[in-house]
């Protein structure tokens, strides 16, 4: 079979899950003007359609600055989306760094290098003194990837938990742990599962709440020790971010990581999207909920866009892996991906980032819940620092309504305001805005809220 | 088991293979300064010792220019190793290129953006007109790791073809196609291997290897429909690096494409070591080949050593891929990646490097031949373009020799000269500096060689 003549008659469609909030394709191309349709047509002829594109009108982004974004018409975006660019679009102190590196070398750890080090020792330096080494990778993924490699050999074991919706990344083996990508990509049969957002967006208190989650985690162990897999790691996003975003009361990740220590496994803290103070509360998700991590994974805002990753790790997990084989990350650790990463540490100390996130956190969350709240389409809404999840519901908010969501997120694009979705079925408003996220950047997104209750896209 | 309790007995330390060339962690600490054991032991406690370092007196650099690397007491290293910087150290244009665009924005593709069209347009250029649509990464595992993926969705087939000492990345799945890494790595089931460097160093007619090539992966095709698997991909390296540089007469890898295509699998050419001008006679490797490859993954050299990566690939199987799932990745194709990857075309085409390196290359294998030709340890030697590989031998030459290989490259970093080495045994000399190494820069080599030839270290 050559790539001219295959079929692609077994490929099953209906198996594809788009992501929340994604331009189609195909119906999306007859609302377009004819400039925006040309751009998109320019795109599919280079890119193909394996990538998804936001919004029913895409965003032509060229520029940005703080949490906002530029089009070439000079039009100013408010971003409550991006945490990528968490010290702030176009950040100058990032920039100078990566600018000072790059006129000196940018080789690899098969050198000594004062940059890897210098950084190495100051990530350690935010994680409990047992997590006492640290790996570079290039993004989450391949961090997610390391760890689960590193889990199996530490272990012995080949078995993974994670959440019903769970995202962990994009290499064949954490997409494979990933069920948010839906049918289209097969699970792992050492995988299984765990329901929790019907536990923590309800009401029940705290104890039952953990009584609930440990008996389901429980569960999920004794599959995989049926299966004749062993539990490996449990590998859990500290925020639940595809799941609805589920910051919970802090606490119960921690039962769940006594209980798999207890059955021969270790705890995964992917720390991609709830790292670096998003949480306001904490540095780390996991020490929110005062988890005894063995392994943390971080990605996405670690140096504000320039590729890089991690795996901060107990020295006893690296030295079974070592024993094993070798880890060497071609770009991994590179001078100047740790010289951006070193200022965006910066940042966030000076300008007191985790406090800020806290304080707009919280911010938002009292004037959207006076706004939102005696809203017919309000379902409920949870915070952790600068990561919002607002549920909307049909008129009556008697169930989900991912169509009701879309909609309000395509009116605030056209107001020039980017937020996204969440959840199972994509009816989880996302906002997660960059940490330099102002009072004034609140205000006008308040407002703009504001126009669209009075529009009804509320109810 | 916790970290902290669990046992490693479990862990077979003689599976391990060290990588060619390798720092030893435990025996190498005695031989080093004071000044020099004190860096190591500050890089074991904070990435203790899964990440290699290269030889027996690790190499601490801080700056470079153009093929020169330098310590903090200002020595000068010859760079004869380092393809990722493969238009120079601290090359200025792919510096000016990445502070433009730090000034301007870093974010994703869900947006349109100008850089990963213009980019990939041009990329896409440098292919032939069926491989029309290219995706990003963030480094040559991904690439693969996703090439893969994508071969199995569109052949509906799992079986992988690699060479006997693959090296194709650290991801889980292609990990588990990479022989090279020894038995501390499980091989995947799906996987057969084909010995190919036996018949390519030696003296057999083109036609005859093409024979003995054609029949080893038929056997390999068999084995895996024996297996239940079918085959989904060839994946080789277009230089055959950890196969000791296998370069051979151009041509036989279409053979093997037309062999795959006729089983219902694709090509992947491995473009991450051979491509970017590297083999002096095409731009890919698989060109050299005239292979009719049908995936081509790329990396290492391409954004200059900011993390970039990305997998070219005709269409069909992206519309394939794109039926049953998605494909976005955070950091692939953002613009700063975009803009170095572009400045690093604009140096290879202004600069002439792929008639450069086709000439330096051909310099350096003359002059090689000439000085080492006659030596007793000299067991042969291949080149295209800058990628050279020369095989060292016991005294008689009748045998590989690695501790000879070892002293080799260990006496050339003392007198600042960087190589390393390959192959199954690691008794291959490898040379692959960046593309701009100068005509003065093989002067310098040669008298180092010449010393070495003097000093009996060829026997």
């Known amino acids: ?35 925006e349709r040309a751009l998109i047509e320019r795109r599919k002829r280079i890119l193909g359609t394996m990538g998804p594109l936001f919004y029913d009108r895409p965003v032509h982004i060229v520029r940005g600055q703080a949490a906002h974004l530029f089009d070439a018409s000079g039009n100013d975006y408010l971003d409550c989306y991006n945490n990528v660019a968490c010290v702030g679009h176009a950040n100058p102190r990032v920039r100078e760094a990566v600018n000072d590196q790059l006129g000196l070398q940018d080789t690899h750890s098969r ?12 990530i350690l330096s935010y994680f409990p003194t047992a997590m006492d080494r640290v790996n570079f990778t290039n993004s989450g993924s391949e961090s997610n990837d390391l760890a689960l490699r590193m889990a199996r050999v530490f ?7 994670v959440t019903t919706n769970a995202y962990h990344g ?12 839906g049918t289209g990509v097969p699970l792992a049969p050492f995988l299984a599962t765990v329901e929790i957002a019907d536990v923590l967006t309800g009401d029940l208190p705290e104890s039952q709440v953990n009584d609930i989650l440990q008996q389901r985690f429980a569960c999920a162990f004794q599959k995989l020790h049926d299966g004749g897999f062993g539990v490996s790691a449990v590998l859990l996003d500290q925020i639940f971010s595809s799941d609805g975003i589920l910051p919970g009361a802090p606490g119960w990740v921690n039962h769940i990581a006594q209980a798999v220590h207890r ?7 992917d720390e991609v999207q709830s790292g670096f103070a998003r949480t306001g509360e904490a540095f780390w998700g996991f020490q929110r909920h005062h988890a005894d991590a063995d392994i943390a994974t971080i990605g996405k805002p670690m140096a504000n866009g320039i590729p890089t990753g991690a795996v901060i790790y107990k020295h006893q997990i690296g030295e079974a892996f070592a024993s094993c084989t070798r880890y060497f990350n071609t770009f991994g650790g590179n001078p100047v991906s740790m010289r951006a990463a070193e200022a965006v540490l910066d940042e966030i100390e000076d300008r007191h980032l985790l406090a800020h996130a806290q304080q707009i956190g919280e911010q938002l969350d009292a004037q959207l819940h006076q706004l939102l709240g005696g809203t017919s389409r309000f379902r409920g809404m949870r915070h952790a620092g600068l990561f919002l999840g607002i549920d909307i519901g049909s008129s009556d908010s008697a169930s989900s309504d991912p169509q009701a969501t879309r909609a309000i997120i395509n009116r605030l694009r056209d107001m020039f305001i980017l937020i996204s979705s969440s959840g199972p079925d994509g009816s989880t408003l996302k906002l997660r805005p960059p940490l330099v996220f102002s009072s004034a950047d609140v205000d006008r997104f308040m407002q703009a809220c504001s126009t669209l209750v009075d529009e009804g896209y509320f109810g």
């Open 1 to 35: 079979m050559t790539a001219d003549t295959a079929g692609m008659a077994s490929q099953a469609v209906q198996g594809k899950k788009q992501v929340s909030n994604a331009f189609d394709f195909h119906k999306g191309m007859a609302s377009l003007s004819d400039d």
């Open 111 to 122: 050198y000594v290098q004062d940059e890897i080090l210098d950084y190495g020792e100051r």
């Open 155 to 161: 272990t012995g074991h080949q078995g993974v938990v």
């Open 170 to 181: 994009i290499t064949s083996l954490v997409s494979s742990v990933s069920p948010s990508f």
């Open 263 to 269: 059955v021969g496994g270790i705890l995964i803290a």
